[in-house]
């Protein structure tokens, strides 16, 4: 009976160890999804300037709200997805925001220089998928936080 029990601790604290270490990067840290949790409760009129491309499928916005800003996108399939612009990488580093790429197609962390200069400034270089959010390459092992999209007439309402 001893070596049963002994057994099976053994099997337990294997195992244990072996999810520990399968959830580290490369340089030895866990990497968890640890971008914060804030309420938003963000109304957007689609008839405002600053959101008009919000009516055409394929248009986008940057949002004031979440941790970093919000993504709003407005698919093909004529649903909208709002997206935290705080890459879940190392999400308390400056830089880990996500960006709308050039060609509008996906999201990937990092900046450009300035509204006027398009040149790329990395942090992780993660990319995103527009709609969902999920992960399509880099070294992140997490999705961008979703949050509720909700349209009455040409008013959208985000929140979690």
């Known amino acids: 009976m001893k070596k049963f029990t002994t057994y ?15 959830q580290c990067k490369k340089d030895g840290s866990q990497q968890q999804n640890d971008v914060p949790n ?7 009129n689609m008839n405002l300037p600053e959101y008009l491309s919000l009516q055409s499928q394929g248009g986008w916005a ?3 709200g979440g941790v970093k800003g919000i993504v709003l996108y407005h698919h093909f ?14 999400p308390f580093d400056d830089c880990a925001t996500v960006t709308v790429d050039l060609t509008g197609v996906f999201l990937r962390c990092g900046k450009f220089k300035s509204n006027t200069d398009t040149t790329w400034i990395p942090c992780c270089n ?4 527009m709609e969902s959010g ?7 092992r997490f999705s961008l936080k979703n949050y509720r999209v909700s349209r ?3 008013v959208l309402y985000v929140s979690n």
Do not use: K, M
Request: charged residues 10%; glycine residues 4%; aromatic residues 12%.
């Open 38 to 44: 804030v309420p938003v409760n963000i109304t957007v």
């Open 134 to 140: 999920f992960l399509i390459s880099g070294p992140s």
């Open 8 to 22: 099976i601790l053994t099997s337990i604290l294997a195992v244990v160890a072996v999810v520990t270490l399968s």
């Open 126 to 129: 993660s990319e995103y998928s």
């Open 77 to 90: 399939d004529d649903a909208f997805y709002a997206l935290e612009r705080n890459c879940p990488y190392q």
């Open 62 to 64: 940057y949002l004031n």
């Open 152 to 154: 009455s007439g040409n």
